[in-house]
């Protein structure tokens, strides 16, 4: 009895404070006011790049300020974006998007490029991306060397992760349609990982990024089941698994661990 | 989230007094005086005298029914923790009505008939209890069971656990949707609970008999909700202290 006496004194509206778990309550979110969302301001440093169709990636061409040492993919001296990239930075008005005309794409034809689902990110995942990059996380796709320099080093130490990579890791060429290769292959209905997620850490070398903090997965509409679990554990080989779910555009993270309880004395 | 301990020498008396310790003697009480209970519906009553009931409360094992009967103290016990008395710490009989002695098989299927899940129940009760959690129903929190690291008096349950049946047909289904993840998680949080799902695996050993249980394997997994906004920095220094109280993460070799 004296459990639920404890216990419920924690109530509802201190579980922010308890348990960490609840970044916002209800209430806070909303504003009754005019309607109007503020708007970031506009930048003086506005990197550039172009859309390649057939990449499906953005060139970048045009680069400014220290963002680009945790986003792009760097393959022959060129750093190149996924569209996710692309968007977030189109959205802060720190990079603007050419096409082969080198004509200026408005925000819409990026938002097109996500709906159309062909670039490799759905509109979910990159709610995902956006909410871990505006916290400063360092968010790449999953198994997607950042650069093919420390490839073989960082090989070492992934190696399990992803056939994907080891097998851009064997191929000498720097081809880019092997880049595009791995983006098609993802598989789209089930649970599977699609962001390597690492910590905030200014100190980020895409030669040496390390193993990501953890692999950020999503499935097809369902909790991951046992099976998946397991399967998606074994393919990341020892990097902590989270799971993604976005309702309404809320985007909550799960975790679902293998734990062992201690044997008590 | 490392245990909540109630008050500043809870720990140490736990420490003290390990729960093994407490059981064990309950054990060998319960053998010695050649324990009886009661199939009483879904629950088997059991009379203790002074030194047992003392040792029942101190294990928790069961709850105690209030009544006016001087030399005795009545307990009632639920399916798992008579059996658990009876099959795995052999220190308990219990009779049917008729006062007739019931064997381990048909206690057995007496258990099945009222609970058809009663085997991955208490393959998931016993296998807590035997690591010397405490394990107490959880329908106050809308899980299966709790886990205790010691004594409800010196702690707070530190895990609301999730029964769930690998193979064919999990009958317990209860995370099967997002809201269902969402639902228990956001509970368990509001407790100060991590939410534990114990896996069993029957690995096609049936249930004919109690047997087969310990040919089950249980895997145990905690879902928990990650907010990036709390976790932007390296934490495993703290994540590794709190692990040497709470849980040895496999996941992370």
């Known amino acids: 009895m004296e459990v639920v006496k404890c216990e419920s004194s924690f109530g509802e509206d201190s579980d922010d404070d308890s348990h960490g778990q609840y970044a916002n309550d209800d209430d806070a979110e909303y504003s009754y006011a005019s309607g109007l969302v503020p708007k970031l301001q506009s930048r003086n440093i506005v990197s550039k790049a172009r859309w390649n169709p057939k990449m499906e990636m953005a060139e970048v061409i045009v680069q400014k300020g220290s963002l680009w040492k945790t986003t792009g993919i760097a393959r022959s001296g060129m750093i190149y974006c996924s569209i996710e990239e692309v968007l977030f930075l189109a959205e802060l008005g720190a990079l603007i998007l050419l096409d082969h005309c080198d004509a200026t794409l408005p925000l819409e034809d990026i938002y097109v490029k996500v709906a159309n689902g062909k670039n490799g990110c759905s509109w979910e995942q990159f709610q995902a991306y956006k909410q871990l990059k505006s916290l400063g996380y360092i968010v790449g796709r999953h198994g997607v060397p950042w650069s093919l320099k420390g490839v073989n080093r960082s090989n070492e130490c992934v190696s399990s992760k992803c056939s994907v990579e080891s097998a851009l890791a064997d191929s000498e060429s720097e081809d880019k349609s092997s880049i595009i290769g791995m983006f098609n292959g993802m598989q789209i209905n089930e649970a599977r990982p699609v962001f390597d997620v690492y910590l905030p850490n200014s100190k980020f070398r895409k030669s040496s990024p390390g193993d990501p903090s953890f692999v950020l997965c999503f499935t097809g509409g369902y909790p991951p089941s046992k099976a998946e679990l397991e399967a998606l554990e074994r393919q990341c080989g020892g990097v902590p698994l989270k799971f993604c779910h976005i309702e309404h555009g809320r985007v909550n993270f799960f975790s679902f661990d293998r734990v062992e309880l201690p044997v008590l004395p | ?253």
């Not at chain 2, 405490?134 to 329908?139: A, L, W």
């Not at chain 2, 976790?231 to 996941?251: A, F, K, L, P, Q």
Request: net charge positive.
């Open chain 2, 1 to 253: 989230m490392g245990p909540r301990w109630k008050g500043k020498d809870s720990e140490a008396k736990a420490v003290k007094d390990p729960m093994s310790k407490i059981v064990w003697e309950l054990q060998s009480s319960l053998i010695q005086l050649k324990s009886q209970g009661l199939l009483c519906g879904c629950s088997v009553l059991l009379a203790a005298e002074a030194e047992q009931a003392v040792l029942l409360n101190r294990a928790c094992f069961g709850e105690p029914i209030t009544a006016a009967e001087k030399d005795k103290q009545w307990f009632q016990l639920g399916l798992e923790e008579a059996f658990y008395l009876c099959y795995s710490l052999k220190c308990l009989n219990i009779v049917g009505e008729d006062k007739r002695l019931m064997n381990v098989e048909e206690l057995w299927s007496f258990m099945k008939s009222k609970k058809a899940i009663f085997p991955d129940f208490y393959k998931a009760y016993s296998h807590l209890r035997m690591k010397n959690w405490v394990v107490k129903s959880g329908s106050r929190y809308g899980v299966d069971f709790v886990a205790y690291r010691h004594h409800p008096a010196l702690v707070h349950s530190e895990f609301a656990v999730l029964v769930s049946t690998e193979g064919g047909g999990d009958v317990n289904g209860r995370i099967k949707m997002w809201s269902d993840v969402h639902c228990t998680t956001r509970l368990c949080g509001g407790v100060v609970k991590t939410l534990l799902v114990l896996n069993i695996n029957e690995n096609s050993q049936g249930a004919v008999s109690p047997s087969c249980v310990e040919k089950y394997t249980v895997k145990e997994r905690t879902i928990r909700r990650w907010n990036p906004e709390k976790c932007r920095e390296d934490h495993t220094v703290v994540e590794s202290e709190t692990n040497n109280h709470t849980v040895i993460e496999s996941g992370t070799k």
